[in-house]
């Protein structure tokens, strides 16, 4: 390649990485989006200082303004943008509220899922002596029905995590750990196959011969070398954490009626969907638009973080 | 092939078994309570003798056997019984619900054809449209049609089933009112008309999880198109003069289909956890909703025989499609 940089500062391998990251389109405007509603979610309540809980029956049922665009006679308020709920609380504000819970589930459970699935991983991989018994276990895990396993867990557990912590923090422990114990596997298993192969390399063989321990070796010489198939496993998995969580709430497994989620506000507007449909749409779009991001973020990075890809 | 078959086949008995322990501690250990929901006016002496007549008194090293053999020996005997009008179970003991007091399997029994139905016509439908999808896309890679096909399947995984049911009853039940946005389950089908209100019935629950297979399949074919278009043994066939036709449809396709299938069957398992969220949108009363319905009435019983048939049907598929793999490419062999 020749050296067209005006610049002879060394250029760190995640500026090539960007740059690859930077032509795929899809994964761009994920990224884009994803930074948005996180905004919209953690710093929306700062301007919009309405309370997501507030009542004000006076204001119910309120249509979302663009409503008036094509029906003169719908009842819209410029206080209320997307409109109001059946007690007359903001959709807006409730929208931003479920997405903090929702995004803030999403990435710690997502989180722990690549904790427990890089620890087992590394160790089967690295270790020998406990390649066979972790991966009968994960092959165990994968053979049991995952959902409905959760939903007896969010039903069985919800009481004495609540007494314990609080209805909403008790919840929110319950639903990251829930989902965070039943996604760990796939990491796991692309985790293990990559450290195995390190492992055969001439690096890890020179690292050996001037004595590094296991645990440096491990830290030092073989995670960051299975860093990229982590990152597109935590994409993948903070994709499906959302969906999951979601889910339970839909099914009303989830959080408490009074504390709003995405997947909530949905499974509450559901009985009224016929005569106010915009209410499931703001939260179902918002919920998929996520996802879609994350899912094309997960794409881009998969081929920018492919060396073969990378620099073509 | 046959020994390895074997072998899995006694493999996956003490996986089932495990599952089976893990799904029984987990019931056994969380602190809900059967007798949750009675009305606290009974006595606690009357509660505690509820509680024996439930089969509670006994500690679980007497009653997780007492399950299996339950599972496993009286209920087979059960069926064989109704099939040939033996008498193999001798009256001994069914597993019985807690709610309704009738054995866990009749009610499976008349849930499941619901279940089958919409499920299993969502899988057809899905992997039907997925194939052709899959195909061509990879025939024409970054062509408009592939560039489509790719970013509906994205679609397909992004957006959650929950969302495309609600959304699609919103738009062809409540706006067009073109289809009921309830599945009657009550419906007989003996004539063209009921027929006719059959198939609209079953057209949104069976897209929305049709999606979701779609998306996933039409991905793996296409993935597995293009590993094999790039094959030296296309460019030999093309050589020796066949036709387009020929090359992609007899060679490509049934060498790209070996991991398609797998990917298939590992899917089914899948799907009908898909439908525990489907039903509950279009209000059809199959498994998943006797599930939910068990979930929220504590039916340990009920809870315990469907996840565990669910696990079952996950390692039996698991099995099979290792089992077909190894038939279908003589180049994987096991034993």
């Not at chain 1, 427990?116 to 002596?129: C, E, H, N, P, Q």
């Not at chain 2, 969302?163 to 309830?182: A, D, N, R």
């Not at chain 2, 066949?242 to 049934?254: A, F, G, T």
Request: charged fraction near 15%; charge should be positive.
């Amino acid at each position: 390649m020749t050296d067209t940089n005006m610049t002879a500062a060394p250029r760190s391998q995640w500026w090539d990485v960007w740059d690859q990251f930077k032509t795929h389109k899809g994964a761009v405007m994920g990224l884009g989006f994803l930074i948005f509603i996180t905004l919209f979610c953690m710093l929306g309540p700062v301007v919009w200082d309405v309370d997501p809980g507030k009542l004000n029956i006076r204001n119910k049922n309120l249509r979302p303004i663009i409503n008036a665009l094509w029906d003169a006679d719908a009842k819209v308020a410029w206080a209320n943008p997307m409109g109001t709920d059946n007690l007359g609380r903001d959709i807006m504000a409730n929208i931003m509220q479920g997405g903090r819970i929702s995004l803030a589930v999403g990435w710690t459970a997502m989180v722990l899922a690549l904790l427990i699935g890089t620890t087992i991983g590394v160790l089967a991989g690295y270790f020998r002596r406990f390649d066979g018994l972790l991966m009968r276990f994960t092959d165990l895990v994968l053979a049991l029905p995952l959902l409905p396993l959760l939903l007896v867990m969010m039903l069985l557990f919800r009481d004495p995590l609540r007494a314990a912590f609080g209805p909403e923090q008790g919840i929110f422990i319950l639903i990251v750990t829930g989902i965070g114990i039943t996604s760990w596997m796939q990491t796991a298993r692309i985790v293990r196959g990559d450290v195995m192969a390190l492992k055969e390399r001439e690096f890890v063989l020179a690292a050996r011969s001037i004595g590094t321990p296991a645990r440096r070796m491990i830290t030092r010489h073989l995670l960051p070398n299975v860093l990229s198939p982590i990152m597109v496993s935590a994409t993948l998995g903070l994709a499906t954490a959302i969906i999951t969580e979601s889910a339970l709430s839909f099914l009303g497994l989830g959080f408490p009626s009074d504390f709003p989620t995405w997947g909530k506000i949905l499974f509450d507007s559901v009985d009224r969907m016929t005569s106010f449909p915009e209410r499931v749409i703001w939260p179902g779009l918002a919920i998929s638009l996520t996802v879609l991001s994350v899912n094309y973020i997960g794409d881009g990075l998969r081929d920018a973080l492919d060396p073969r890809i990378r620099g073509l | 092939m046959l020994t390895f078959t074997i072998r899995r086949l006694l493999l996956s008995i003490p996986t089932l078994l495990f599952i089976a322990f893990v799904i029984f501690m987990l019931l056994e250990l969380a602190p809900g309570d059967p007798m949750a929901q009675m009305p606290l006016t009974i006595p606690p002496e009357v509660k505690e003798k509820m509680r024996l007549a439930l089969g509670l008194g006994e500690p679980w090293w007497v009653r997780f056997p007492l399950w299996l053999k339950q599972f496993f020996i009286v209920e087979p005997q059960y069926w064989i019984d109704s099939a040939f009008g033996t008498n193999f179970a001798d009256g001994a003991q069914r597993i019985i619900s807690f709610q309704s007091r009738s054995p866990v399997f009749d009610t499976i029994a008349q849930r499941m054809p619901q279940t089958l139905w919409v499920v299993g016509m969502s899988y057809v439908v899905g992997v039907l449209i997925a194939l052709p999808i899959g195909i061509i896309s990879a025939y024409r890679q970054y062509s408009v049609f592939d560039q489509t096909g790719t970013f509906v399947s994205m679609i397909g995984f992004s957006v959650p089933p929950f969302f495309s049911g609600v959304l699609l009853i919103v738009i062809f039940s409540v706006q067009l009112k073109w289809l009921p946005s309830i599945y009657d389950t009550t419906h007989v089908v003996n004539s063209w008309d009921s027929f006719v209100v059959q198939l609209r019935q079953m057209i949104m629950p069976v897209m929305v999880l049709a999606l979701q297979t779609t998306a996933q399949v039409s991905r793996y074919m296409r993935a597995s198109m293009l590993d094999n278009l790039t094959q030296d043994y296309v460019r030999t066939a093309r050589a020796k003069g066949m036709s387009e036709s020929v090359v992609v449809m007899k060679h490509v396709l049934r060498n790209s289909m070996i991991p398609v299938i797998t990917v298939i069957a590992l899917g089914i398992p899948a799907i009908f956890g898909g439908a525990i969220i489907t039903e509950q949108i279009f209000k059809v009363n199959g498994l998943g909703q006797l599930l939910i319905i068990a979930l929220q009435g504590n039916d340990i019983p009920m809870v315990m025989t469907i996840t565990f048939l669910l696990a079952v049907l996950i390692v039996m598929m698991n099995l099979i499609a290792d089992v077909l793999y190894g038939i279908l490419d003589p180049r994987i062999r096991y034993d």
